[in-house]
């Protein structure tokens, strides 16, 4: 059965920092690039950062970069988003996302929320 599982999100002050993890189960998560995606309330859902299959190249979206940084651990089947220096509008639902040519992946999310 696969499972995208996502988690680490919660509360936490402006400036601070979280470590999100997504665990991969049921297929071979080194074979597929991974995303993460986010989406705040009446928004539409934007792309956060990607680390390609052997993460040899990253991307992030330029809100993120220098404050995001995107990793994984293909023994564990396991990709890591640490967010440092958060801010309000950073708050969303972050999702994570595997991808192939032809297939596609989902997790359902996990919350986070950077308020005082």
């Known amino acids: 059965q696969v499972q995208v599982v996502e988690s680490g999100g919660g509360l936490v002050q402006p400036g601070g920092s979280l470590r999100l993890s997504c665990a991969a189960s049921?297929?071979?998560?080194?074979?597929?690039?991974m995303s993460w995606y986010r989406q705040a309330p009446g928004k539409e859902r934007e792309l956060v950062a990607r680390?390609?299959?052997?993460?040899?190249?990253?991307r992030y979206a330029d809100s993120m970069k220098g404050r995001f940084t995107i990793s994984r651990d293909n023994a564990k089947n396991t990709v890591y988003l640490q967010m440092d220096s958060l801010k309000p509008e950073d708050t969303a639902v972050y999702y994570c996302?595997?991808?192939?040519?032809?297939?596609?992946?989902w997790g359902q999310g996990t919350q986070v929320t950077v308020s005082s």
């Open positions: 049921g297929f071979t998560a080194s074979n597929y690039a």
């Open positions: 996302n595997a991808r192939q040519v032809l297939k596609e992946y």
């Open positions: 680390i390609s299959a052997f993460a040899d190249t990253t």
